[in-house]
């Protein structure tokens, strides 16, 4: 059976000493005054204990159980409901929501790190309160006192929960097409009928209530995304006085079986003629889901790292434990059989690729988190601004470069038990199993490479991108004169100037031919997100240089490993790039 | 549900166009005979026909039903047993054997494309006769006549099935420790005790008999591997009449719960004083064993290469027929609600990702297996000795390359799919969980990379590499000066350079530090394998430059593809393994 220990150390290097966090959170008056170092600490050891004691035992047993479906209820696996309970009660679904619902209003700057060691606990398990925060915010925003007040509060406290309904059998990634019409009522309501599928926690039984975020399009709606409105459609309709009333026409008509997240069910959600509510404008549902989806986007990035932070801790272990074979430069261990598998360079080297990206994609989960909290609660606009922009470049990378690089990790991990990794007692093939939906959901990665190629660069000629890069040119100019700090800064400076070589190519190159977007969009994508690896790892190893303890020492280590074997990695990325779109539109659609 | 169509018009260009294999089994006298492309044509169809129709029926339903264990009996999922029994009385079994053990003597330029064709069909089920044609490989060479002319023909003929038992708890890829004993009897036969797990086929109920090939060692045996024998231990001991006679005390234990190949039974075997012979000469047991693994690692390449070959079949179609988004060049079917999927250059990057990989795979196996048949058949010893040198050579890079690349073409498929590829009856998501284990099994795939910079490249000094890299230089001087192919030829020919630099650097590296030979290994089997990648697509090129035909052309497009976006990657490799190996030792165990 797999372990896991919540990074906590990791954590507070990354607050502390990386980024300063308590002189953010003092300077920023809706954070000032309940926002401390103590207040902080103490939800984090709270979220290590719930987590490491509760949530994840659940996580093998959930797999092997699954969440069961029998004529349009679901069952969650055994433990399930008695710790969602707890979840609840214990304020972590609220943990990040505004005090007027019922929040604690901690900044994403902590939600961060205990939505890290959700995920790490247990995937599965994390959907449900996840998409009910990403309801009730969507809502928060959109939605208007009277729903909010309604509602809110219970999805806050746990005891209904949320869904988001997007996804058609014909229209995924297209949402212009989908077919759920919402026909309005003389009540002020909506009538809303359709078919909805692969949607996260439609029905389950952890809850009294579950609030549906629809979109559907009203009879005389324009064609594509410009004609789609979002609607809230409860399971049961909720009586004056808030208690749960009589059920609306809204079921699952089954859960889809999947490779991984087993426990979490995916549903196939009809409605038929179900009672709605408008949330925000009509027509302008997909402005208000993407505040949803944002902030699930980052979320994904987490499911990520914390699986892989799992996978690290598990594969460490067992390359220390494991007894096979001598080291190539003599017996390290010559009073014993055979020495831990430790001493082969090429395990640390899977271990070393597993942890440079744990390690540096926390960091950089931490960096965007920093920008949305400058983003919302700023005073000065200009700075708001500009972390809005930020938040809006890093998003896309956040999902899906964490996601990818965590597939690779928890694959990489599971390599070092050898066969013992392709069996389930183990867990680490659960790990890579439920962290390939990672990749997919929420948007595809391809989805999100087109988004931040597309829309982030392309459509702003670059501007995002220079900024960033300026702001990592200066960090270089601060670190480039330190001794064990001047190798690492001359490798990022190459990837930035590479880096803002291919942003203008990509430019230039679209302008010609829309195709070359699309074309460029995984490899720049990846090649981005090794950028801003070694921005965070300059960002720790100046953090660590002059601090004596092992901890900070390890960090240098890391990060030497990271500039040399991993950041090369970026040019064959460009290479491709420069490749440009012919090699992909040449071969004819009957010759696939 | 997945399709699958075996490729026998790419199987047809590899052996005509590339390899004019007909002309060599012409030159051949030991097959000149009884193989001509008549044969070799019928026995194609034929495999595409059994394959498709009734295995690969069995491989959705087969992962579903897995093989079940129960008190020592294991049942194979709903339709194997039958299968089981077609396969063998088609002849499958032995279509590669020596005809005196009723085999038909076909080459491996053959075997390779039925192989093939079966993995492809269905992995689980392809390792119950694979077992048993790697065990009785390993008689065949070293049993001698009386336990070959008991066991071979039944095995042959898929009355019998066989397994290789070499692993035990504590040992899996270092031998030398294992403590399974072996005690000579009064009647020149030896008492087996011992545990022995991940026993692919160890019970099933698709054979009469089962036979055991275990490595044991004898209780005077020196130390470590060179103290090791192989047996034979038939699960029922063989009457003089070759009937089946009583229970031989070996059974099976439990099988293990698996990420994949969920039918084919992974077994725990305990050998409780089981009646054995000896095969081979005493305590060299891993030398007649590694004949049967030599074997069985092409083989692994080859279930990495059957299973992205579906992958991409099922995306390739899938990408035609998903309606989704639009065109960025304008809509391309703008009598439809949506554009299919393949305009989007990103879906035609996966998609040409995959088909490159495939094609370089299959074209990469039949090279190898060309050199098999020289080093088996070839009449001119000078010729022959340096076919066997090939084949060391090529033999880790066809089992970890080919399986890396698969595993990562597969997920690329999957991806295509969007959230359906997630979903378990598209198939596809089984595909990414079966090819996992080729990556593990038969030796990690960082063991062949291993074997491939320590055994093949430092122990003589480059001498392999170097006359592999003067044949693709002999190649590039054929080509370059061929408008159609300079590009390819010049690309060719920098990966050609880089390894050979890269070559003389690990061999001077590992001369100063040992440990350089592991930090190199899996960068230097990636850089190696595609430079053979690209030497593949150099001669596929070369052979469909002056025909006109489509199919032709369609090669020249992807090797384009190939040339200008995949191999890029050689470069990031090399660049990995030049940062040596300092930076992976320098990390304190205890700070893993």
């Given at each position: ?23 953010l ?13 103590d ?34 209820e ?53 959907l449900y ?21 309604r ?16 996804t058609?059998?014909?229209?995924g ?17 909506y009538?809303?009928?359709?078919t ?53 026409p809204?079921s ?11 426990a ?67 017996a ?54 500009a ?50 939906i ?10 999100q490479a ?7 660069l ?32 001359k ?58 303890d ?9 990060a ?33």
């Amino acid at each position: 059976m797999p372990v896991f220990k919540a990074p906590l150390r990791d954590m507070r290097f990354v607050l502390d000493d990386v980024f300063q966090a308590e002189q953010l959170w003092a300077r920023l008056p809706a954070l000032s005054e309940h926002v401390s170092r103590d207040v902080v600490d103490a939800i984090l050891e709270e979220a290590a204990k719930i987590n490491e004691n509760l949530i994840f035992p659940l996580n093998r047993s959930g797999d092997e159980e699954g969440a069961q479906f029998n004529a349009g209820e679901v069952t969650t696996p055994k433990g399930f409901k008695e710790a969602f309970r707890e979840y609840g009660d214990g304020g972590w679904i609220g943990l990040g929501a505004d005090p007027r619902w019922g929040g604690a209003g901690m900044p994403k700057m902590v939600t961060v790190m205990t939505e890290e060691i959700l995920f790490a606990a247990n995937p599965s398990f994390a959907l449900y309160p996840l998409l009910g925060i990403g309801a009730a915010l969507a809502m928060a925003h959109h939605a208007g006192d009277e729903l909010n007040e309604r509602y809110l509060p219970k999805i806050y406290s746990g005891e209904w929960s949320g869904t988001m309904c997007l996804t058609e059998p014909h229209a995924g990634t297209d949402l212009g097409i989908i077919k759920t019409k919402a026909v309005p009522e003389a009540d002020g309501s909506y009538s809303i009928t359709g078919t909805k599928i692969f949607i996260t926690g439609g029905e389950h039984d952890l809850a009294s209530n579950i609030v549906h975020l629809v979109l559907a399009k009203l009879p005389d709606a324009p064609a594509g995304s410009k004609g789609i409105s979002l609607f809230l459609v409860p399971k049961f309709l909720v009586n004056e006085d808030g208690s749960v009333g009589e059920r609306n026409p809204v079921s699952a008509g089954n859960i889809e079986h999947k490779m991984g997240i087993k426990a979490s069910a995916t549903c196939v959600m009809n409605f038929d003629g179900a009672k709605g509510w408008l949330v925000g404008e009509i027509n302008q549902g997909l402005a208000a889901m993407f505040v949803m989806m944002n902030y699930e986007r980052l979320s994904m990035g987490l499911q990520g790292i914390g699986a892989s932070e799992v996978a690290y801790q598990n594969a460490a272990q067992y390359a220390k434990d494991r007894m096979q074979g001598r080291s190539g430069t003599g017996a390290k261990q010559p009073e014993k059989a055979a020495d831990s598998i430790l001493v082969h360079p090429d395990v640390r080297r899977m271990l070393l690729n597993v942890r440079a990206h744990n390690e540096a994609g926390r960091c950089f989960a931490m960096y965007v988190s920093k920008y949305l909290d400058l983003a919302k609660y700023s005073e000065d606009e200009a700075e708001k601004a500009a972390a809005a922009d930020r938040v809006a470049l890093m998003t896309p990378v956040a999902k899906a470069f964490l996601t990818d690089k965590a597939f690779e990790a928890c694959v990489e991990a599971q390599q070092v038990f050898g066969g013992h990794g392709f069996i389930r007692e183990w867990g680490m093939e659960q790990l890579v199993r439920d962290t390939r939906i990672a990749q997919i959901y929420e948007g595809t990665n391809g989805v999100q490479a087109m988004d931040l190629v597309g829309r982030k660069l392309v459509r702003n000629r670059g501007a995002y991108v220079y900024e960033y890069l300026d702001e990592v040119r200066a960090l270089i100019a601060q670190t480039q004169s330190t001794p064990e700090l001047a190798t690492f800064a001359k490798a990022t400076a190459d990837a930035v100037e590479r880096i803002a070589e291919v942003t203008a190519w990509i430019t230039d190159a679209a302008a010609r031919n829309a195709d070359e977007v699309n074309a460029a969009a995984v490899d720049f994508l990846h090649a981005f997100g090794l950028l801003t690896y070694a921005h965070m790892w300059l960002m720790m190893a100046q953090a660590s240089v002059d601090k004596n303890d092992g901890f900070y020492q390890d960090k240098l280590v890391v990060a030497r490993f990271f500039f040399s074997r991993m950041l090369p990695q970026l040019y064959s990325r460009v290479d491709s790039i420069n490749a440009g779109s012919d090699v992909l539109m040449e071969l004819q659609p009957a010759s696939f």
